[in-house]
Each structure stands twice: as C-alpha cells, then as structure tokens.
C-alpha cells in the first residue's frame, strides 16, 4: 500500500467524521452543544487541510474557525437563550430547496474544472508561475506559500488582520464588554 493510499483513506475518515458533525450540528437545539460541534468541525477541517499539504488555510482555519468564532460564539450565546425554538416546516423546506439548487450548481460547474494535475491548468500557468520561478531570487524565504504571503501580498495579508480585529471589537462593543464599568461609576 503506498502513501497516497493512507492519505486517501485519511480524506474519507475526515469527510465521514465532517459529515456527522454537520449532522449533528443540524439536529441539535442545545446551542451550547452546536457552538462545540461547530469548533470540532474547525478543528477536522483544520486537520483535512494540513493532510491536503495545505498547512498555511489549515493553521488560518484553525485559528480562526476553531478558535476565534468559537469564543465569539459562545460570547454571542451569553446573550440568548440556551435552546433554540422550533422552526417551522416551511422554513426546513426552503433550506433543504437552497442548498439542493446550490448542490446541482457545484455539480454543474464541475464539468468546468481543470483535470487534477493538468500542467496546462491555469493554476499552474500565468502569474502563479512566475511566483514559484521568481520566490526563491526575489525573497529569501524556502518556503514559497509564506514568500508570497510574507511579501507579494503583505497588504493583503495585513489587512485580512484588521478585518478579524474589527470584527472581533465590534462584538465585544455589541456583547457591552465595557459596560460593567460604566455602570459601577
């Protein structure tokens, strides 16, 4: 059995364990318990994505999803109730036709796609090319993924931690995390 055997093996424990979570997460009423599901799923898709060699969009999205939107989700849960009401069927319906018409969309675009490992994909021509060519002249750094994060797109980058940071402040100011001062004064 050769190695890309076992990853494979580990993609379909990863979607199979993903696919209960989003089950389970969808069944659930104990809000507490779907913000937890919903970081566990963070923390697999984490996991999918570093055993995908994607290990940059893995530490992003552990970082993010299991980290940051789980403590603001349970922040947010402070304010709210414990349990969620029921929904009605209509509402089910309407879910259940939006992500079916999302679902035949994806499927229809996928006859659109590059075949896996095409050489003349435009993933691997044009500009992104160029970056591999010219990383390792132009930045000192071995690896190419943290060159072109760490300089060609540093703005980019620097402003993606200014989005996070706002939207993290903004609900701390929605949750009134100061409050508590202003009113013992």
């Known amino acids: 059995m050769s190695a890309s055997d076992i990853t ?19 069944r659930l009423r104990n809000l507490f318990a779907v913000v937890m599901l919903t970081g566990a799923y963070s923390l697999i898709s984490a996991a999918w994505f570093v055993s995908l060699d994607a290990v940059d969009v893995g530490f992003t999205e552990a970082a993010v999803g299991a980290g940051i939107s789980t403590v603001l989700l349970l922040g947010a849960m402070l304010l709210t109730s414990r349990e ?25 675009a996928l006859g659109d796609m590059p075949v896996y490992g095409d050489a003349n994909s435009p993933a691997n021509t044009g500009v992104g090319m160029d970056y591999v060519q010219l990383t390792a002249e132009q930045v000192v750094i071995p690896n190419v993924v943290t060159a072109v994060l760490a300089s060609y797109r540093s703005f980019d980058t620097m402003g993606e931690v200014f989005v996070v940071f706002a939207a993290g402040l903004g609900v701390a100011l929605l949750l009134g995390l100061g409050e508590a001062k202003r009113k013992k004064g």
């Open 8 to 26: 494979q093996y580990f993609d379909y424990i990863f979607m199979a364990m993903l696919l209960c979570i989003g089950i389970a997460v969808i």
């Open 84 to 108: 969620a009401d029921e929904t009605p069927l209509v509402r089910h319906l309407a879910a259940l036709a939006v992500t079916v018409a999302a679902g035949v969309a994806l499927f229809y």
